[in-house]
């Protein structure tokens, strides 16, 4: 029995309504004004920045890496005629941030103004809500604060040879500004090339530790140049080494560590990260800006003073470097008895 005719009619109406409302939409996308369809992907890296940016810092501020990260941000604002605004996240020694910065869009827009810590031994000695490697992308280390092997003036030893003779057979004691610190990590590995026995002893920040430095309380303490010099000078402690690949220009005389203990490098760089997938043109119109900023005469009189050794890298260079220090970081860690 065939198709009844109303039926056909019906089927056919059916199919030119449909043909019709095609025609309609397709026509309706082409008029769809420019404004409405969405922005290249390569527009917007060329365009950036359009709105202001926020600059996470992992640490409280008034400290070195707050004030780095205010000067840069500074000379950022200016060179590239957008805000840039610190935001002081503080917390899980500054995985907060960095969690906050992996998470956030890859636009941009939110930046972390990081340290060594929160790649290279913050994730490898507790659970953080990130990955150092997959989740950041290097931009550029603005500046390295060195750390200084000083001792208690009271020691009768002028040379790390010395200070390690002294301390063969004795119980030792070293302070740092709290576990898990650059200052801890450089002091236990610092006793362990040398075959020292000494207890740790942390402190709620660099402050109260180098007071006790200078009291005579603990034997020794790894920290910041500027923490160390002024105190040096006026021979409260001794210095004895640096922490560095290369010896300090402040302390041209002072040898450095890896002098006597190869392949001990151990310093607290500051720099730019962006969230992964970020771009490459963001990343590298930030980086050329972050090394303009790291040279210019006057921050690098800032920094300076602050005993801050300027760099500036690409994010290749950051990338190397960060490959390059951690098994260092790694050997700190296990010789201080914290590896996850």
């Not at 190869?262 to 990343?283: D, E, H, R």
């Amino acid at each position: 029995m065939g198709v009844p005719a109303y039926a056909k009619r019906k089927k056919r109406r059916l199919m030119q309504l449909i043909r019709s409302r095609v025609r309609v939409a397709l026509i309706s996308s082409l008029l769809l004004p420019m404004s409405l369809l969405p922005t290249p992907l390569h527009a917007q890296s060329s365009d950036w920045p359009t709105k202001t940016v926020t600059v996470v810092v992992p640490f409280a501020a008034g400290g070195n890496t707050d004030v780095m990260a205010r000067m840069a941000s500074s000379h950022l604002s200016t060179a590239l005629k957008q805000s840039f605004v610190v935001e002081n996240r503080v917390g899980a020694a500054g995985a907060l941030a960095a969690a906050y910065v992996a998470q956030a869009a890859p636009d941009g827009y939110t930046l972390l103004f990081g340290a060594a810590p929160q790649i290279a031994v913050v994730p490898r000695i507790q659970k953080v809500n990130y990955d150092p490697l997959k989740d950041l992308a290097p931009v550029s280390v603005f500046g390295t604060g060195p750390f200084i092997l000083a001792i208690n003036a009271g020691i009768p030893a002028k040379t790390m040879q010395e200070f390690v003779a002294y301390g063969k057979g004795k119980k030792l004691n070293f302070g740092s500004g709290g576990t898990g610190s650059i200052g801890h990590l450089s002091g236990a590995l610092f006793v362990a090339r040398a075959g020292l026995d000494s207890v740790h002893v942390p402190f709620k920040g660099g402050g109260p530790a180098m007071t006790s430095l200078v009291g005579g309380q603990i034997d020794m303490y790894f920290g910041n140049a500027s923490e160390i010099i002024p105190h040096a000078e006026t021979g409260k402690v001794r210095i004895l080494g640096v922490a560095t690949d290369k010896r300090m220009q402040q302390l041209p005389n002072v040898p450095t560590i890896s002098e006597l203990y190869p392949n001990f490098s151990l310093n607290s760089w500051n720099g730019f990260m962006a969230p992964a997938k970020t771009p490459q043109a963001i990343v590298d119109r930030l980086a050329q800006q972050v090394i303009a900023a790291a040279r210019d005469p006057a921050i690098v009189a800032q920094l300076t003073k602050l005993g801050i050794e300027p760099n500036g890298t690409t994010p290749q260079e950051f990338v190397a470097q960060i490959a390059r220090e951690q098994p260092q970081f790694d050997a700190a860690i296990k010789a201080a008895n914290m590896a996850q």
